[in-house]
């Protein structure tokens, strides 16, 4: 079963302070991963997209890594802000036949505080 | 502006009736889907549909119908038969890799 696994659940850090967020996946063939950030009683927007070939892309203060070997990703980001205050979605799209049905994690929810 | 636009935002029902929530893009994308999110819990997939006139059931579709009229339209109806319907719904239109999403509408049974 496809599956997307996200940790911390929540984490909360001051502001201007880094943190890392994790994903692990079993989703397979795969196909590509995403970085979503979901505002309170909004939609997702994305972050980042990761391919099979792909390591590192980063997205201003937002960095994300891809080991497609273990099935792992993280989501980094540097000198928080208060904005950055959201939940956090790892979404990992399986390839052709499972490409229209994407899994999605169940999300970190990060707050920066003062 | 180029988006995914859903109505209501906020959404309140009696118990045994029928709503419909709309979903309508302008961005010339095929597919379309439904999704329900609950606290805790990573979106479920309701419904999708590739092409118009055409649509798929999804994980959890028991409760919900949809249609496909047009490319640009894809409502749900949660029905009297959903057990459970107080939840975000979100939906999306998709173009290669990226999903698209609406802003949402939170629908509460009173």
């Known amino acids: 079963k496809n599956q997307v696994e996200q940790s911390p659940q929540s984490l909360i850090i001051l502001e201007g302070k880094n943190c890392t967020l994790q994903?692990?996946?079993?989703?397979?063939?795969?196909?590509?991963l995403r970085w979503y950030k979901q505002d309170t009683g909004r939609g997702p927007v994305s972050l980042t997209i990761?391919?099979?070939?792909?390591n590192t892309k980063s997205n201003g203060r937002y960095t994300a890594t891809l080991d497609a070997d273990t099935k792992q990703s993280s989501l980094h980001i540097t000198a928080s802000q208060l904005s950055d205050s959201a939940s956090y979605i790892c979404?990992?799209?399986?390839?052709?036949?499972?490409?229209?049905?994407?899994?999605f994690g169940t999300g970190t929810r990060l707050q920066v505080t003062l | 502006d180029g988006g995914i636009t859903q109505s209501p935002k906020y959404l309140f029902r009696k118990e045994g009736q029928n709503v419909t929530l709309s979903c309508e893009q302008n961005?010339?994308?095929?597919?379309m889907y439904w999704y329900r999110q609950d606290p805790g819990q990573g979106l479920r997939l309701i419904y999708y549909?590739?092409?118009?006139?055409?649509?798929q059931k999804g994980d959890i579709a028991e409760g919900y119908s949809v249609s496909r009229e047009k490319k640009e339209s894809f409502p749900l109806t949660v029905t009297s038969a959903q057990k459970n319907p107080t939840a975000f719904y979100l939906c999306?239109?998709?173009?290669?890799?990226?999903?698209?999403f609406g802003q949402g509408t939170r629908l509460t049974v009173v």
């Open positions: 999306a239109s998709r173009t290669g890799t990226e999903a698209f």
């Open positions: 961005l010339n994308h095929d597919a």
């Open positions: 990761m391919t099979f070939s792909e």
């Open positions: 994903c692990n996946y079993t989703v397979s063939p795969f196909s590509n």
């Open positions: 979404v990992v799209s399986g390839q052709t036949g499972t490409a229209s049905k994407l899994t």
């Open positions: 549909s590739q092409i118009v006139n055409d649509f």
